[in-house]
Nanobody, 126 residues
Framework: QVQLVESGGGLVQAGGSLRLSCVAS????????MGWFRHTPGKEREFVSA????????YYADSVKGRFTIFRDNAKNTVYLQMDSLKPEDTAVYYC???????????????????WGQGTQVTVSS
């Protein structure tokens, strides 16, 4: 079992920055691919970014590429999402997620992830 707890959301003006954190517990964090997704009412859950277990590979949705950065600190069991140049359309609840197995190739599909955090709200005002 993996428990995930996000933090760092909030209200920010367009053009501003936020850093989300996701602390994992329960298993060997360094063996897990980690992903970030977001959800707004009336829409499907949307892939944002993912990072492989050893941070050798990172992936981004086209909508955030060049503005968001995913990174991890395995010593702290934490994955981060640095969000810069935020836009109103980035407003959503952001979730971190982990797959069931270890050493899984990162995927943009929510169905590839078994464990989810409770989410943290990000609101970007225009």
């Amino acid at each position: 079992q993996v428990q995930l707890v996000e933090s760092g959301g909030g209200l920010v003006q367009a053009g501003g920055s936020l850093r989300l954190s996701c602390v994992a517990s329960g298993r060997t964090f360094s063996s897990y691919t980690m992903g970030w997704f977001r959800h707004t009412p009336g829409k499907e859950r949307e892939f944002v970014s993912a990072i492989s277990w050893a941070a050798g590979s990172t992936y981004y949705a086209d909508s955030v590429k060049g503005r968001f950065t995913i990174f991890r600190d395995n010593a702290k069991n934490t994955v981060y999402l640095q969000m810069d140049s935020l836009k109103p359309e980035d407003t959503a609840v952001y979730y971190c997620a982990a797959p069931h197995g270890t050493f899984v190739v990162p995927s943009p599909l929510p169905s590839s992830y078994r464990y989810w955090g409770q989410g943290t709200q990000v609101t970007v005002s225009s």
